[in-house]
């Protein structure tokens, strides 16, 4: 079991940034890949971004290539994601998730695949 927890959200104006944050405690935190997923209001739950387990491959959606920076630190067990220019349509309840992984060349990015889910932090891009 792997137990995760974020942090980090809250209410910004647009161009803005933020860095979430996802905790993990559990089984070995460098044995998998992780995720950064989120739900806009009456939307359904999107990919954002995936992290390979050693680290070293990233894979963003087309929506936030360029402004959105994921990172793992296993040494904290901790997962980040750094956002940038923040717009509007940003707003969301960002959700990280994790599967366990030991393939470094290919991440899942559809949530059927991850296995463990945090609870969500809203974050708030006002114009």
């Known amino acids: 079991q792997v137990q995760l927890v974020e942090s980090g959200g809250g209410a910004v104006q647009a161009g803005g940034s933020l860095r979430l944050s996802c905790a993990a405690s559990g089984r070995t935190f460098s044995s998998y890949a992780m995720g950064w997923f989120r739900q806009a209001p009456g939307k359904e739950r999107e990919f954002v971004a995936a992290i390979s387990w050693i680290g070293s491959s990233t894979w963003y959606a087309d929506s936030v290539k360029g402004r959105f920076t994921i990172s793992k630190e296993n040494t904290k067990n901790t997962l980040y994601l750094q956002m940038n220019s923040l717009k509007p349509d940003d707003t969301a309840v960002y959700y990280c998730?994790?599967?366990?992984?030991?393939?470094?060349?290919?991440?899942?990015?559809?949530?059927?695949?991850?296995?463990?889910w945090g609870q969500g932090t809203q974050v708030t891009v006002s114009s």
């Open positions: 998730a994790a599967y366990s992984s030991q393939d470094n060349l290919v991440v899942v990015t559809q949530e059927r695949g991850y296995a463990y």
